[in-house]
């Protein structure tokens, strides 16, 4: 059965989500220079090969991190995270993208991110 948050138990997560994401942000920016400099001048001065494969290799370790926490991935340029949950009877996403700085939107499971919502205040 897959994981369902409370909204306190994401939040409690995200600090941890932010750290890792901060990671992967950084790793997506090397691989993306590396794989250009490679292109255009055969060599990049962040690596070869053997970086593209630990970079690719840290990626993925924290993405499976957090699917093993019942965290849905749903993007990593941005990173974009959901975590299933109930409001009101109803099954949706507390959802988070990077640059945000707390969680405080929802959609509906459903509607994806175009359906996103702000969190009720109140609910914290």
Known sequence: MDRIFTLDEARELLPGVMRDAREVIAARADLAEIDFDRRTTGGSPLGGLPEIKGLQ???EEILSGWNEQGIEVKGIAPVLVDFPAVID???VRLCWIEGER????YHRTELGFAGRRPLDPGRA
């Open 57 to 59: 290799a840290r990626v």
């Open 89 to 91: 009877g109803v099954s």
């Open 102 to 105: 707390e969680l405080a939107w």
